[in-house]
């Protein structure tokens, strides 16, 4: 399928995954790994309450892409102490962070910014969360170098000494949402 800019799109709209609803075994993206788990594990995960799984979809039943979220802590000590300081963080041994564990859109989808759709809706899921159940950062592991880039294009932060981990401050992202007159 030809790439098409993101106004092109058909409305998407963002909702927890449903496994009576929801396409799985039609949902193709580049890695394997992502494929696999949305259709072999995602619905367990949600039953375990390991992880809360969301689709973007035009129709209820087409998944252009997903993610997962959950929660997680980061040692403080991974962190550079310049860096706590400079995000005044509390000084505490372990701090509260949301975990972006997963990101995949559909190859069908390639070129319509649903990426960067499925980012923000994270994002701002996240800090909605944030305001109930406490979270300083939401953290990220780039599956290749490709993912990577793509986060630090949005501002994540390398966590030194752990590879393609990477960081998002919540504040930033409620400055994020504030700029864009969305919070």
């Not at 072999?40 to 979809?57: D, F, G, M, S």
């Not at 930033?172 to 504030?178: I, K, N, P, R």
């Amino acid at each position: 399928m030809a790439d098409h800019p993101a106004h092109e799109n058909p409305r998407l709209r963002s909702e927890p995954l449903d496994k009576k609803k929801h396409d799985r075994a039609a949902f193709s993206c580049e890695q394997q790994s992502l494929d696999r788990y949305l259709k072999e594990h995602a619905t367990q995960e949600i039953k375990k309450r390991v992880a809360a799984i969301y689709v973007l979809t035009p129709d209820g039943k087409t998944i252009a892409g997903y993610y997962t979220l959950s929660q997680y802590v980061i040692d403080a000590g991974e962190l550079p102490p310049e860096l706590v300081q400079q995000l005044h963080l509390p000084k505490y041994d372990k701090l509260p962070a949301t975990l972006l564990g997963r990101l995949a859109r559909s190859k069908q989808f390639k070129g319509r910014g649903v990426g960067e759709l499925l980012l923000m809706g994270a994002l701002k899921r996240a800090l909605e969360h944030s305001k109930n159940i406490a979270s300083v950062a939401v953290v990220v592991d780039a599956i290749d170098e490709n993912a990577h880039a793509f986060y630090r294009r949005y501002g994540f932060i390398d966590i030194p000494n752990h590879p393609n981990r990477l960081f998002l401050p919540m504040k930033t992202v409620a400055q994020l949402f504030q700029d864009v007159g969305t919070e």
